[in-house]
């Protein structure tokens, strides 16, 4: 079949059309980017969920507690749940999926296991386009399991509307062992297993995490829900929160950021490129490339030094941390060096981030002062196709 008879057919509801789509999107991305392509039009519309945590918090169980939830309400749910590699196949191994079996002859549910194939960060790097290929197919939730490895699992974050955080009462310092990478994503900390002792420790401990946090950080206004997901209790006070704290679907955000690149007045500020140290890559942009160094100075705020080079209009920006739990530092923990985000100037900040905001964007931070004293904000991947935005005020 052509790629534009396999996407009529998946619109016209087609489940075996769409496992082959999902198919090829694993094992031939190259091949099924024509297919995503005639189905771009098609998406926008599902609200994606991410479910994350460590080992043994409950995430499958919970998913399939959520699905049921979700199909009571008449919802189409599509579950992507990302596992580790067989060190043979390199196929999903499955394990405690069969949670889920209930719902598999479901045909308003469609359940896909992905094989992160060596893939760092929680996810399979097909995960986005497959959460597409759902969107498409008029799947109105999807619910994405991270694969349970440990702290790093915060890829989820960039591509989900809403991000749980499952954790469970019983693990002793597991909040404070985890704090630097899932404890930072979450929009709801999930309690599972609250009929267990400790459940009061846990959720005191993320309060007093939650206090901690500076100001604009994600996880301080998170909120905290307790459920005991195999009973299926507070599945759906926590269904109520999921539904009304994130626009349903990424439509406004995606037309959002479109209608901000139309926006008059707009134009490239800079690049900012994450380094492990700025005296190191002076060698390069300044005595190589004969880059003049325009301006260089430490953001308090962001715990950070800024280097700037002039290229033509728009300009370079050196980021190096000045604190290892800055998030630069943390962004070449998990990355390495290279670019961190792009900057665009903007004739009106406020009204901006306002038209934004009301279009469902996500909005990291109030305007503040950052280097060389301008006014910015930034806007979370996930409204913007993947890419980490600052806004400048002209």
Known sequence: MTPSEIKDRILSGDTRALARA?????????????????????????????????PGAGKSTLAGALTAALRQQGKKVGVLAIDPSSSVSQ?????????????YSDPGVFIRSVATRGQLGGLAACTHDLA????????????????????????VAAMADITLVVLVPGHGDDVQA?????????????????????VERLEQEIRTMQSLAEAGERNRSALVRRVVATERKGIDELMTEILKTRPPGGADS?????????????????????????????????????????QRETVLDEHVHVAMFPAGGPRIELLEPSDPSS????????RGAGLHHIALRVGDLAATVERLRSAGARILNEPRPGAGG?????????????????LIQQ
Do not use: C, W
């Open 178 to 198: 985890i704090k630097a990478g899932l404890m930072e994503i979450a929009d709801i900390f999930v309690i599972n297993k609250a009929d267990l002792p400790g």
């Open 374 to 390: 301008h006014i910015y904000v930034f806007v979370h991947p996930q409204s913007t196709d993947g890419v980490l935005l600052e």
């Open 91 to 103: 196929g999903a191994l499955l394990g405690d999926r069969i949670r889920m079996q209930e719902h």
């Open 132 to 155: 597409l290929l759902l969107d498409a197919a008029g799947f109105e939730v999807i619910l994405i399991e991270t694969v349970g490895v440990g702290q790093d699992e915060v890829d």
């Open 254 to 294: 995606q037309s959002a950021a479109s209608r901000l690149v139309g926006t008059p007045g707009v134009a490239i500020d800079h690049l900012g490129i994450a380094v492990s140290s700025i005296d190191d890559a002076l060698a390069f942009y300044r005595d190589q490339l004969g880059m003049p160094l325009a």
């Open 22 to 54: 999902a198919t090829l999107i694993e094992n031939q991305p190259a091949a099924a980017r024509e297919l995503l392509k005639l189905l771009a039009a098609s998406t926008g519309r599902a609200l994606t969920v991410g479910i994350t945590g460590p």
């Open 327 to 334: 998030t630069i530092a943390r962004f070449l923990e998990k």
